[in-house]
C-alpha cells in the first residue's frame, strides 16, 4: 500500500523559509516522479513542483520558480520541499504525491500538512 | 498555461441518481506521444484528493464501474451513476500533459 507522511508544516512569518518532507513507504519510491500539490483554505488544488527519478530534472509554476527547491533522498525515500520568502498567499496544505507515468497521474496521495504564512 | 475549466461548480444530486461534470482545457491534452493525460479526482470531505480516472476514460483500481470518463481533444466529462453517498466531495478534473500541470477548479457534489 502506498503511503506518503508529510512534516515539517506550520506558522511561519511573511519572508522566512520552512521547509516540508515526505516519507514514502510501500513503494519502490525511487522509481517514480514526485510532486508537491497545495490547497489553499476553501480553494482548489494548485501544482507546486515535480522532481524527477534521479532528481536530475525538477519543474514548477511561475507562481513559486526562484522560490521553491524540491528535492528527493531516494535512499532514505523522502522527498522534499523547500520554501523560501514565503508569502501569505503560500498558505496551503501541501500534499505529497506519486506521479505515475503509466496513468499520467497521481496515485498516491498523502495526508497533507498545513502551512501558515502570517505575522 | 493550459487552462481547465469546470462545470458546473456544484451539483445537488439524489441517491441513485445520475450526474455529468463537464471539464474543458483552453488547449488540446494531447500528447506528442498520442496519449491524453486528462485525470478526474475525488476529494472526499476531510480527506486526499484520490485518482478516479486517468487518460480520459480508464478507471484507477478499485474505482466502481458507475464512473466512467470521455472526451478527446479540450472537452472532457465526468459520469456518475447511481449515486450512493460515498460519491460525495468535490471533484476536479487535472491535465498532465504539459508544465505547468493544471487542475480545474472543482465540482461539489452534494445531495438533494
Known amino acids: 500500500e502506498v503511503q506518503l507522511v508529510e512534516s515539517g508544516g506550520g506558522l511561519v512569518q511573511p519572508g522566512r523559509s520552512l521547509k516540508l518532507s515526505c516519507a514514502a513507504s510501500g513503494f519502490t519510491f525511487s522509481n517514480y516522479y514526485m510532486a508537491w500539490v497545495r490547497q489553499a483554505p476553501k480553494k482548489g488544488l494548485e501544482w507546486v513542483a515535480t522532481?524527477?527519478?534521479?532528481?536530475?530534472?525538477?519543474y514548477y509554476p511561475d507562481s513559486v520558480k526562484g522560490r521553491f527547491t524540491i528535492s528527493r533522498d531516494n535512499a532514505k525515500s523522502s522527498l522534499y520541499l523547500q520554501m523560501n520568502s514565503l508569502k501569505s498567499e503560500d498558505t496551503a496544505t501541501y500534499y505529497c504525491a506519486r506521479r505515475d507515468g503509466n496513468y499520467g497521474g497521481y496515485t498516491g496521495w498523502g495526508q497533507g500538512v498545513m502551512v501558515t504564512v502570517s505575522s | 498555461d493550459v487552462v481547465m475549466t469546470q462545470t458546473p461548480v456544484s451539483l445537488s444530486v439524489s441517491l441513485g441518481g445520475q450526474v455529468s461534470i463537464s471539464c474543458r482545457s483552453s488547449?488540446?491534452?494531447?500528447?506528442?506521444?498520442?496519449?491524453?493525460?486528462l485525470s478526474w479526482y475525488l476529494q472526499k470531505p476531510g480527506q486526499s484528493p484520490q485518482l478516479l480516472i486517468y487518460?480520459?476514460?480508464n478507471r484507477f483500481s478499485g474505482i466502481s464501474d458507475r464512473f466512467s470518463g470521455s472526451g478527446s481533444g479540450t472537452d472532457f466529462t465526468l459520469k456518475i451513476s447511481r449515486v450512493e453517498p460515498d460519491d460525495l466531495g468535490v471533484y476536479y478534473c487535472?491535465?498532465?500533459?504539459?508544465?505547468?500541470?493544471?487542475f480545474g477548479g472543482g465540482t461539489k457534489l452534494e445531495l438533494k
Open positions: 487535472g491535465q498532465g500533459t504539459q508544465y505547468p500541470r493544471t
Open positions: 522532481i524527477s527519478t534521479s532528481g536530475s530534472r525538477t
Open positions: 487518460k480520459v476514460s
Open positions: 488547449q488540446s491534452l494531447v500528447h506528442n506521444n498520442g496519449n491524453t493525460y
